[in-house]
Nanobody, 124 residues
Framework: QVQLVESGGGLVQAGGSLRLSCAAS????????MGWFRQAPGKEREIVCG????????YYADSVKGRFTISRDNAKNTVYLQMNSLKAEDTAVYYC?????????????????WGQGTQVTVSS
């Protein structure tokens, strides 16, 4: 069982930056693949990026490549999302999620544990 709590969301101007954090409970955090998802109003929740259990592998959606960076600190049971060059279309509720497995998968149903979400609003 893993409990996830996101923080760091807020209002930022286009072109600005934010860093989201997701703190996980439990002693087995280092065995979980972690993902960041987002859901904009009226749209389905979609994957933004993911990171392998060791941190050695990452995945990014095309829409955020070159602007967002996912990282993790297994000693602190925390995964981060650094978001730079933010655009209005990045406005969404951002969720972190965990799956017990080796592969970084991109579907919502592939992840068993979810945080409550944090709102990111980018003003243009």
């Amino acid at each position: 069982q893993v409990q996830l709590v996101e923080s760091g969301g807020g209002l930022v101007q286009a072109g600005g930056s934010l860093r989201l954090s997701c703190a996980a409970s439990g002693r087995t955090f280092s065995s979980y693949v972690m993902g960041w998802f987002r859901q904009a109003p009226g749209k389905e929740r979609e994957i933004v990026c993911g990171i392998s259990a060791s941190g050695g592998g990452t995945y990014y959606a095309d829409s955020v490549k070159g602007r967002f960076t996912i990282s993790r600190d297994n000693a602190k049971n925390t995964v981060y999302l650094q978001m730079n060059s933010l655009k209005a279309e990045d406005t969404a509720v951002y969720y972190c999620a965990a799956r017990n497995g080796r592969l970084i998968l991109v579907g919502n149903s592939d992840y068993s544990y979810w945080g409550q979400g944090t709102q990111v609003t980018v003003s243009s």
